[in-house]
């Protein structure tokens, strides 16, 4: 019985000495493997098929690091990061295909074309390490994601970031109004992105979100006015009751699209009496 036990720990062992784990760039400088990255003409999400092989005999973990670059086969294209971690099996001198989640870095740049190779390179962005690390293991939206990171490397609004689970979305928001420098702001402003004829991102702005804290008595009738930045009244909304009275708040949500862009605010209204206003961008 002891002989059958050592016997079966010696297997065990034998089988994991029998693979090895290693990131994706010592790997290649190792020369345990050989690979390309190849576009899928997206700029964000599925955007690179990997295209590796083993070249060792033994079984290879590749581990792709969270911050894991890749720079475009010419300057007025968008590079792609790699925000989260991902992994893949190669079986001993097998080839295999992964698909891999990039994002753009340069919004201003030509989205890629379809079947360009990419090579591995470094990026230097303030703020994207601590970034990397606070949406490590979280699950996020493409658009979170893409979102986020432009608000690093090309200096979009942090209230651009939006997404399904608001308790990670507030958290990243919070961080990244820190890190960026930006005002923080009440709303999240929802974009549309487009690619257009010359391969560059078009934006809209969908609707505006938030919650409206102000102070009022209870009873009191409040309703909102939406201005331009010239302060002309765009449109008057439905009056409400304050069914509290102090410090109150409630969320509000207003479609914007096909709206001009620039600023606008909300007036929160006491029949004539402004109660407080509330500015947002387009």
Not at 51 to 64: P, T
Not at 216 to 224: M, S, V, Y
Request: some cysteine.
């Amino acid at each position: 019985m002891l002989f059958s036990l050592l016997s079966f720990a010696w297997i065990i062992m034998s089988f994991k000495s029998a693979e090895e784990t290693f990131d994706l760039e010592s790997a290649i400088s190792a020369k345990l493997i050989s690979v390309e990255f190849i576009s899928t003409g997206s700029y964000s999400g599925e955007s690179l098929i990997m295209k590796v092989k083993n070249l060792n005999s033994k079984k290879l973990i590749i581990r792709i690091n969270a911050g894991t670059y890749f720079i475009a086969p010419t300057s007025d294209e968008q590079n792609l990061l790699i925000p989260q971690e991902d992994m893949l099996v190669l079986e001993p001198k097998a080839s295999r295909e992964k698909i891999l989640n990039g994002y753009c870095t340069n919004m201003r740049n030509a989205s890629p074309n379809r079947d360009e190779e990419f090579i591995l390179g470094k990026i230097h962005v303030k703020g994207m390490p601590a970034f990397l690390n606070l949406i490590k293991g979280k699950k996020l939206e493409n658009y979170t994601l893409q979102s986020a990171i432009w608000s690093l490397t090309d200096h979009e609004p942090v209230s651009n970031i939006d997404g399904e689970n608001s308790t990670d979305i507030d958290l990243i928001r919070k961080e990244l109004f820190k890190i960026t420098g930006q005002e923080e702001t009440w709303y999240k402003s929802r974009q549309a992105y487009a690619i257009n004829e010359f391969r560059q991102i078009n934006t809209e702005t969908l609707r505006i979100n938030g919650k409206l804290n102000f102070t009022t008595e209870k009873g009191a009738l409040i309703h909102e006015e939406i201005c331009d930045s010239e302060g002309n009244l765009l449109f008057k909304l439905s009056e409400s009751i304050a069914k509290l009275g102090g410090e109150v708040g409630y969320e509000f949500n207003l479609k914007v699209q096909g709206w001009k862009k620039g600023n606008y605010e909300i007036r929160l209204m006491e029949g004539t009496k402004l109660v407080k206003t509330f500015e947002f961008v387009v």
